[in-house]
């Protein structure tokens, strides 16, 4: 059973970074995307950023020009560095693995991580 885990939460200011990391205990074969989802306290979880293959980017509005995503292919590690953190960027942070179906009969199966708590205080 493949698990992610993340790490590089915590405490920080506003004005603050941090940087997540993700790695998969091993290596998985044929992700196409990576990326990071967010559930502040009594709310949904949403979308922060994803990285494809090729390394486009895609962003949640209320982080672009703050946090960057990125990955290294060759271990299976996502990371997300985030810059001038704000309170409302509070919550816990789930790193997924997307791997398309194999065959046209296979399902597509996402990974998920345990979640690493982000904390910024104003």
């Known amino acids: 059973q493949v698990q992610l885990t993340e790490s590089g939460g915590g405490l920080v200011q506003a004005g603050g970074s941090l940087r997540l990391s993700c790695e998969a205990s091993?290596?998985?074969?044929?992700?196409?995307?990576m990326g990071w989802y967010r559930q502040a306290p009594g709310k949904g979880r949403e979308l922060v950023a994803t990285?494809?293959?090729?390394?486009?980017?895609n962003y949640a509005d209320s982080v672009k020009g703050r946090f960057t995503i990125s990955k290294d292919n060759g271990q299976n590690t996502v990371y997300l560095q985030m810059n001038s953190l704000k309170p409302e960027d509070t919550g816990v942070y789930f790193c997924?693995?997307?791997?398309?179906?194999?065959?046209?009969?296979?399902?597509?199966?996402?990974?998920w991580g345990q979640g690493t708590r982000v904390t910024v205080s104003s």
């Open positions: 997924y693995f997307h791997q398309p179906p194999a065959t046209i009969e296979a399902s597509a199966r996402d990974y």
């Open positions: 091993r290596r998985i074969f044929r992700i196409d995307t």
């Open positions: 990285i494809t293959g090729g390394g486009a980017t």
